[in-house]
């Protein structure tokens, strides 16, 4: 078999390599070595990311079956042939190859734990969120309708504690977002699953839905405002363009009191 582009190895080769020259220096929690076609596959014991980093013994250099020309000589051990160590090289790539796979899962558990702990009650504070904008668009639709010039100083104070519950909403959903936005800042890599995946992995499939910004985005910006990519920048911006509006009609219609 093909191990990327450099290496062509027998089965007997994989055999010797993993069963005699690698044995020593494999990592505890491999499960299983699944040679394909143009790689290998791992099997490892799931990880929790609690695990110390998996890192790559450096203590096989000196290993007869694994050493380079160079330290055989110093070590005046007799120069083995070409091929020899070809296979030699073939297996320290392997090993290599083993834990960075195996780095791979253990940053993904990692990132999915973090990412557990940081959602908490999310979900609770987003229907909360929905709940507060539809009451406060309520609250601004009844304006137009004929029975709110009855009451109109009461309508529009039930509209400004709509817009009091909705912003105070929109920023507890944004501060658990921040959290979330925060983690996956800290786990971007190369290997790193995407959002939608690393949400599914957590257990919280419907948290692709949410909006979460960019963690730069979170908090108030040099005016004092919330970002327009926030929860709460979109909350701020909504009601500042309803209250602009109930300014207007009572600018334009003298409606100062009750009917």
Do not use: C
């Not at 009572?250 to 409606?255: D, H, I, P, Y």
């Amino acid at each position: 078999m093909s191990i990327g582009y450099d290496y062509t190895l027998t089965g007997a080769e994989l055999e010797d390599i993993f069963n005699v020259r690698l044995r020593p220096y494999l990592p505890t929690y491999l499960i299983k070595v699944d040679p394909q076609t143009h790689s290998i596959r791992y099997t490892f014991t799931p990880f929790t990311g609690q695990e110390d980093e998996p890192t790559t013994p450096r203590r096989y250099s000196e290993d007869p079956k694994l050493a380079y020309q160079h330290l055989d000589e110093k070590a005046r051990r007799s120069i083995a042939t070409e091929a020899e160590y070809e296979l030699r090289e073939a297996a320290r790539f392997l090993l290599d190859d083993i834990y960075r796979a195996a780095r791979i899962e253990w940053k993904n558990a990692r990132y999915i734990a973090a990412l557990k702990a940081a959602v908490k009650n999310a979900g609770d504070l987003w229907k909360a969120h929905n709940q507060a904008k539809r009451a406060a668009e309520a609250a601004f639709s009844y304006l137009r309708e004929p029975d709110a010039a009855k009451e109109w100083t009461a309508a529009v104070s039930r509209l400004v504690d709509a817009h009091d519950t909705y912003m105070k909403a929109a920023v507890a959903f944004d501060e658990r977002a921040r959290d979330i936005a925060e983690v996956h800042d800290q786990n971007l890599y190369e290997e790193s699953p995407s959002y939608k995946e690393a949400y599914a992995s957590a257990g919280f499939p419907e948290a692709w839905d949410w909006p979460i910004a960019e963690l730069g985005d979170y908090g108030l910006n040099y005016r004092g405002e919330y970002r327009e990519d926030t929860l709460a920048g979109r909350a701020q911006a909504l009601i500042k363009e309803q209250e602009a509006h109930v300014a207007k009609v009572g600018r334009l219609s003298g409606a100062t009191g009750d009917a």
